[in-house]
């Protein structure tokens, strides 16, 4: 039976069409964003690897990167990138799992009230003040422990160190969101067989927890390697290919920065290395990212 | 240890009329009053529980029996707040004196919840776990197989002992559960509303279990399903709770007579649905 | 039981227990010192801080004060007219020639002729700092170091001070300012906020009142949170490229006629703007979409129960009841940009700027560049500069957020009262 009332007929509403359409389109615009992301990386980077004076197997291979020479290996970049970033972690991961299953099993009410403002005090931090604290701070620290000549005034060190203290909040207040979220079932199961907290802690709850945690530490790993100023101010300019940390040595982040803080003229090598780095760095870090998410995907599952 | 005989402890109205065997008393609640905060959630109880029989709680939501169930293995310690006085003897030593650890009775007086709980680890994990970290040194694979057995639960994973636990059914989850409890080789075994989030195929092999169960363990069990503690225990405890929201033992019996013949008013009208 | 025996004898029992409940003890141990060591961390960042801005400072005078000032003890103590002269005598041509071009000196305050005369007479440099800390325990080393320079000065300076936060940039880190830095990150602010607020609201809008869950609709959710995961020096890059070179007409303000400045090219506001609007937008549609999913259904329901369409339900009912959280959510955005320094590198803000910026086609600098500038200097004293730049920085934070927090009670105060 068709509705013959003309009240109740379909009216054409068109500026709620218009408010549609102009929020689909706000909401593609983030699509733009990644799409200009990639191909302007990839654009650049060709143009970049189309330079005789770079190649790609010498880019991937080679263990200098010196553009005054036509040399342009990026391992002694990527190097101190992962000598950082694994410095970061040995100190981040197991003090942020710390705090995290201390406020997760052990913190009274109290002692959470004063720990979380900590934790966001520290994560609200911007970075340049953290690479002012290893500048001003850490170097110094570790120069009179280990001697003025065992550590130099710029090196990975002091930056990996500072680095971890910089994603601690992070891991810390993710790991125990991860921690929080294993069922109390579990914790009452362990201890009606007789196990004690730390037992039940370490033995069922970290366990149980454990895919949540490593998608923490992956992305902590990934913000550690496109940490910037950090490195920038603390570790040192030059790219060096050295396994020691208590040398200065640049990071593909340091080296960016410290390309295009200069004047560089537009299609020249440097400029373009600076995006072929820059691709590589999103290679890196996106993949860290999309394996965290698809680990925490499967935790989330795990508990529902 | 406690010397007391059954004959002794009983009333002389129950001695008369008892069908079942009597044994020693393996536990004593003497005048036991738990509070959360300055909230009281059971107050004077007393009572006690004979070894290698099943005892039931009964009694309204809220009337403090799983509260008194969980102060038998002091799992009421976890509870922030939850503070106990009165005494809970266990082979006539208290539970609550200043020098003992929770963490050795919870071996001794193990512990079945409401929803199955496995670790999400291996079936034969979730066996060999509280045995690990309670320094078990014998075989390991045996002491799996033997339990598994106890808990009627072996035929069916045999086969799949590395199998997460989470894979099995909600039935073979409850009675790993029991089987996990087992392996600790308690002398108690307190089980929370064990059956309630089973279907009745999975609850009527739980019962058959908790049967088996009693010839080697003494068994308390909390129970919403009347049917269930007729068919399961031998001594029945009837909770009450007054209007102040706390909870006290009205009525303490051999099944048979709390059900035929319930001596108050309240766990007639209770037993009868009439409430609850 | 068959194998009781296999848990060992009560007292193996006891003993391991002993073992057990250490082990418990070494651990908790472990914990409260690690979750200590965070604490200590934050204090030891905010002490390095406060150590830089103050403390000791060696400075020698180019121009004896004594000298000047003969028979006074202090440059204030100077009458009007003994000031005017003494600029007049002592100031070299050109720079008396630069002060009167900039406003006649009879025109000028009196401390500003004081501030005049210490800066270009006197000529103060500084020899060397030293922290509140060493300030306070190494007295003895400080009156060495005094010594054998002779003829320097010791002062006790708190590098933050008024001045400070409204002087110039300065090549002499005594007269060096954060003034064109702040106004270059508010403006940086502002542009990052009429840039990313309506697009990252409008997005969230669209993602959660009117999407349906489609493969699209997902692409679009997981590509924001990857973008809220993208390292910020990418955003410098995609900045750098897009905004300064390829949008250079437009971002540099030649397009609309010729009032640019023509040596920014790209490098302006606009662009460093537009580059922190592209890095807090993935975050603001992130928080605006939290902020409407808490908005109950059934608001929406009893909306459309009285004939409302779509919109008028999100504007007339879903937005007034979430406002407040997307306004924090946005403004824990901003904060976030505004302590961003990375990106704005990479684009290529200028680092040395006396001037303020004039519009959105000026060079810039910020405040978190002014503080990698100075921080990346050997001279000792610019470090202490940069300190006091941090506490600056740091308060502007404080006070951004904590007015995101007012605005949340006032707004939630507001909603009760109407309620």
Not at chain 2, 7 to 21: C, D, G, I
Not at chain 2, 239 to 250: E, P, S
Not at chain 3, 344 to 363: H, M, Q
Not at chain 3, 395 to 407: D, G
């Amino acid at each position: 039976m068709a509705i013959d009332n003309p009240h109740f007929r379909k009216k054409s509403r068109f500026h709620e069409h218009i408010i549609e359409t102009v929020m689909f389109l706000f909401a593609l615009f983030s699509m733009l964003i990644t799409v200009g992301i990639v191909v302007i990386l990839v654009r650049e980077s060709y143009l970049f690897f189309s330079d005789p004076q770079v190649d790609l197997i010498g880019f991937l291979t080679g263990k200098n990167w010196q553009p005054m020479i036509h040399q342009f290996g990026f391992l002694p970049l990527l190097n101190a990138t992962f000598t950082t970033s694994i410095i970061a972690m040995l100190l981040g991961i197991p003090i942020g799992l710390f705090v995290a299953i201390y406020l997760a099993e052990y913190a009274s009410d109290r002692m959470r009230g004063i720990l979380k403002p900590v934790l966001e005090v520290l994560a609200g931090i911007p970075t340049i003040v953290y690479g002012y604290f290893a500048l001003t701070f850490m170097t110094p620290l570790l120069r009179s422990l280990f001697g003025q000549d065992v550590v130099e005034i710029y090196n990975t060190a002091s930056a990996g160190l500072v680095i971890g203290i910089l994603v601690l909040p992070m891991i810390a207040t993710m790991a125990e969101d991860a921690i929080s979220s294993v069922p109390k079932e579990l914790r009452l199961a362990a201890y009606a067989l007789g196990g004690t907290k730390i037992e039940t802690t370490f033995k069922v709850v970290i366990p149980a927890a454990l895919s949540g945690l490593s998608a923490t530490f992956l992305l902590a790993l990934s913000r550690a390697i496109g940490e910037t100023m950090v490195v920038a101010l603390a570790a040192g300019a030059g790219p060096k290919l050295t396994a020691n940390p208590f040398k200065a040595a640049e990071t593909i982040t340091g080296y960016i920065v410290r390309i295009s803080g200069g004047d560089v003229s537009y299609n020249s090598v440097d400029y373009n290395s600076i995006f072929a780095l820059g691709l590589v760095l999103s290679i890196i870090t996106f993949t860290l990212n999309l394996v965290s998410r698809k680990i925490s995907t499967i935790f989330h599952q795990e508990y529902e | 240890m406690n010397k007391t005989s059954l004959a002794e402890s009983l009333p002389p109205v129950f001695q008369e009329k008892s069908k079942v065997e009597p044994t020693k008393t393996i536990i004593q609640l003497d005048d036991v009053n738990i509070n959360y905060g300055s909230f009281t959630a059971v107050k004077h109880a007393s009572m006690e529980i004979y070894e290698h029989k099943v005892t039931a709680f009964i009694g309204p939501s809220g009337c403090g029996k799983s509260t008194v169930l969980r102060s038998i293995n002091r799992m009421n310690d976890l509870i922030r707040g939850a503070t106990l006085d009165g005494r809970v003897l266990f082979n006539g030593e208290d539970l609550y004196a200043k020098d003992v650890d929770p963490v050795l009775i919870r071996r001794r007086i193990g512990m079945v919840f409401q929803k199955p709980n496995p670790f999400p680890k291996s079936i034969y994990e979730n066996i060999a776990w509280g045995a690990r970290v309670n320094g078990y040194r014998g075989d390991y694979d045996e002491l799996v197989e033997t339990s598994l057995r106890s808990a009627a639960l072996w035929d069916e994973v045999k086969d799949k002992l590395k199998q997460n636990a989470l894979r099995l059914s909600g039935g073979q989850q409850q009675r790993l559960c029991i089987a996990r409890t087992i392996a600790v080789q308690p002398e108690v075994i307190l089980m929370d509303e064990p059956a309630s989030a089973l279907d009745p195929i999975a609850t009527s092999r739980i019962e058959e279990l908790i049967l088996e169960l009693k010839k080697d363990y003494t068994i308390v069990i909390v129970t919403h399903n009347m049917g269930q503690a007729s068919r399961v225990s031998d001594y029945t405890a009837f909770f009450m709770v007054d209007q102040n929201r706390t909870g006290y033992l009205q009525e303490y019996e051999e099944t048979e007579q709390l059900f035929l013949n319930p001596i108050h008013k309240k766990t007639e009208e209770y037993i009868s649905g009439k409430f609850g | 039981m068959q194998n009781s025996v296999s848990f060992g004898s009560e007292e193996n029992l006891l003993s391991m227990m002993e073992r057990r409940r250490k082990a418990g003890v070494v651990w908790q141990a472990v914990f409260l010192f690690s979750t200590s060591l965070a604490i200590l961390f934050l204090i030891l960042l905010l002490f390095s801080v406060i150590d830089s801005t103050f403390g000791f400072a060696a400075i020698r005078y180019e121009k004896k004060p004594s000298e000047l000032m003969v028979g006074k003890s202090q440059l204030s103590d100077f009458s009007r007219q003994e000031l005017e002269e003494t600029a007049k005598t002592h100031l070299s041509s050109g720079i008396l020639r630069r002060v009167e071009y900039e406003k006649p000196i009879a025109d000028r305050t009196d401390k500003d002729l004081i501030g005049i005369l210490e800066q270009y007479v006197l000529q103060p440099s500084v020899l060397r700092t030293w922290g509140l800390w060493a300030s306070l325990t190494k007295q003895g080393e400080i009156n060495e170091y005094l010594f054998d320079q002779g003829d320097a000065v010791l002062t006790f300076k708190s590098w933050l001070t008024i001045d400070f936060l409204f002087a110039d940039q300065s090549a002499n880190p005594l007269y060096a300012g954060i003034r064109t830095a702040m106004l270059g990150s508010l403006w940086i602010i502002l542009i990052t906020f009429l840039f990313a607020f309506p697009i990252g609201v409008g997005s969230a809008i669209y993602l959660e009142e009117y999407a349906k869950p489609t493969r699209l609709t997902r692409l679009l959710q997981l590509n924001i949170f990857n973008l809220s995961a993208v390292p910020s020096i990418i955003y410098g890059l995609l900045g750098l490229a897009v905004f300064v070179r390829a949008m250079e007409t437009f971002t540099s303000g030649s397009l609309f006629s010729g009032v640019a400045d023509t040596t920014a090219n790209g490098r302006t506001i606009l662009s460093g703007g537009l580059t922190l609007g592209l890095l807090v937008l993935p975050i603001i549609i992130i928080n605006t979409q939290e902020a409407l999913k808490a908005v109950p259904d059934s608001l929406r329901m009893s909306s459309y129960g009285i004939g409302a369409t779509k919109w008028q339900t999100i504007w007339g009912q879903v937005l007034p009841v979430s406002i407040d959280r997307i306004l924090t959510g946005t403004i824990l955005a901003l904060s976030r940009a505004l302590g961003e320094t990375a990106p704005l590198v990479v684009i290529g803000a200028s680092t040395f700027i006396s001037v303020d910026p004039s519009g959105i086609f000026s060079k810039f600098t910020t405040l978190p560049i002014q503080i990698y500038q100075w921080s990346a200097r050997p001279q000792g004293a610019y470090r202490n500069v940069a300190g006091a730049a941090i506490i600056a920085l740091l308060i502007l934070l404080m006070a951004l957020n904590s007015s995101a927090i007012i605005l949340r009670d006032k707004l939630s105060k507001k909603k009760r009262m109407e309620a």
